[in-house]
């Protein structure tokens, strides 16, 4: 889905509030009725009409005919700005740059901080139609309701926002948490590719046995990636100037469908996981282990720390967990990894897909800060532009 951050720095403190209004209007009325955003946003009468067809001609807004009445539904793009205009307050974004991937359930785009440092958004997007399954998608529509994709697609970010700091409090390596709000998570940049991109690794042995012992880590502390493969691990190149040597240091990322070692299926999960990095090593570096396992059986008897129970506890609860796990079973979500049996079938035709492109590009992208006045391309190097200013 585009992003389009460029109107944002023209709107208005009008334009804001009634955006703030429909926002809240819509967590009780699918269609938001005309009156009841006047109310909410408590404007002069006669400021709203104005607002509201600014907003609706950047479509941040729509307009919908109910039945009954006529009224505005937030989109997307609305609640995006609103996220991002949370997050430029905060002084954690100053500006957008280029989209480096786009999931099923996210958008993810650098974008840097006032000081300049490059950080990653990743929008969720829970309720995006999928045109993969007609009948899922018929059955979507007939339930949809635009408080449900809000809602679900926060809930997505505030488990990944939570799981993120948890685990890198406890020392795995992730990125680090930098803010999360609505459903945006703001993080900081690895720079480093998807497994999935990289063709050859000196010993791949090593790589694999990090690996699988990070699964056996998190399962020590209460939890199953559920999703851990070529895609969700990123691999950064670290070369030793003296010995020349080069080890591979890998990042793991994407958290919405983590799942407590007490699940249900936490078994199936774990096997899942350790299959998924097998598979890959074995397909794509001709490397297999002769060691059976990890079991989970055993990778359960010693356990450090119950990160699962911890953010239970904190920022996500169970009825939050329950919430979201039930949206994602009835929508089909479930990570990448469902989809890479098929695309191994046709194997390397698709290795540009998925895509971390022009990363390196020193794009500072598009302010979000009405003050500057810079250009609306969205690869105008909006940071070093206002150094000089
Ligand atoms: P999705 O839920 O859509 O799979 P991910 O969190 O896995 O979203 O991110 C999708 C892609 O975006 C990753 O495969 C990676 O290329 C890139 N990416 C995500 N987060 C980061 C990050 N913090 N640093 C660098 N690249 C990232
Ligand atoms: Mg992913």
Not at 138 to 150: C, G, I, P, T
Not at 249 to 255: E, K, L, N, Q, S
Request: proline share 3%; net charge negative; with cysteine.
């Amino acid at each position: 889905m585009k992003l389009n951050v460029k109107n944002i720095r023209y709107l208005s403190g009008d334009d804001w509030r009634v955006l703030t209004a429909t926002e809240m209007g819509s967590r009780n009325h699918e269609v938001v009725p005309t009156p009841l955003i006047s109310q909410l946003a408590s404007l002069r009468a006669g400021g709203i009409p104005r607002c509201i067809s600014n907003l609706a001609k950047i479509g941040l807004i729509a307009k919908v005919k109910n039945a009954k009445y006529d009224g505005y539904r937030l989109t997307y793009g609305g609640l995006d700005y609103l996220a991002l205009h949370t997050h430029t307050k905060a002084s954690t974004v100053y500006s957008v740059g280029n989209q480096i991937g786009v999931g099923k359930e996210s958008d993810i785009f650098v974008c840097a901080s006032e000081t300049g440092k490059q950080l990653v958004l990743k929008i969720h997007r829970l309720g995006r139609i999928s045109f993969r399954t007609v009948k899922a998608n018929r059955d979507y529509l007939r339930n949809r309701s635009s408080a449900s994709w809000m809602y679900m697609s926060r809930l997505a970010a505030t488990k990944e926002f939570e799981f993120m700091k948890a685990l890198r409090d406890a020392g795995f390596p992730v990125p680090e948490p930098v803010a999360q709000n609505r459903h945006t998570v703001i993080m900081s940049l690895i720079d480093a590719f998807p497994m999935r991109q990289i063709s050859a690794v000196a010993e791949p042995a090593a790589l694999y046995a990090e690996l699988l012992s990070l699964i056996v880590q998190l399962a020590q502390h209460g939890l199953i990636h559920g999703d851990f493969n070529e895609f969700n691990i990123l691999i950064e190149e670290k070369v030793d100037e003296e010995s020349g040597e080069v080890t591979l240091i890998p990042t793991v990322i994407d958290f919405p469908q983590m799942i407590s070692i007490d699940h249900m299926n936490a078994e199936y999960y774990f096997d899942r996981d350790v299959q998924c990095i097998k598979r890959y090593f074995s397909r794509r570096f001709g490397f297999t282990s002769d060691e059976p396992g990890p079991f989970f059986k055993d990778a359960i008897k010693t356990i450090t720390k119950r990160i699962d129970v911890e953010v239970e506890a904190s920022g996500f609860s169970k009825k939050m967990a329950k919430e979201l796990d039930n949206y994602m079973k009835e929508h089909g979500v479930d990570g990448d990894a469902g989809d890479i049996e098929k695309a191994e079938e046709d194997e390397d035709e698709d290795d540009e897909e998925d895509g971390a492109s022009d990363r390196d590009s020193e794009d500072g992208g598009v302010t979000l800060d009405g003050s500057t006045g810079l250009s609306d391309d969205i690869s105008s190097a909006a940071v070093k532009d206002d150094e000089q200013s």
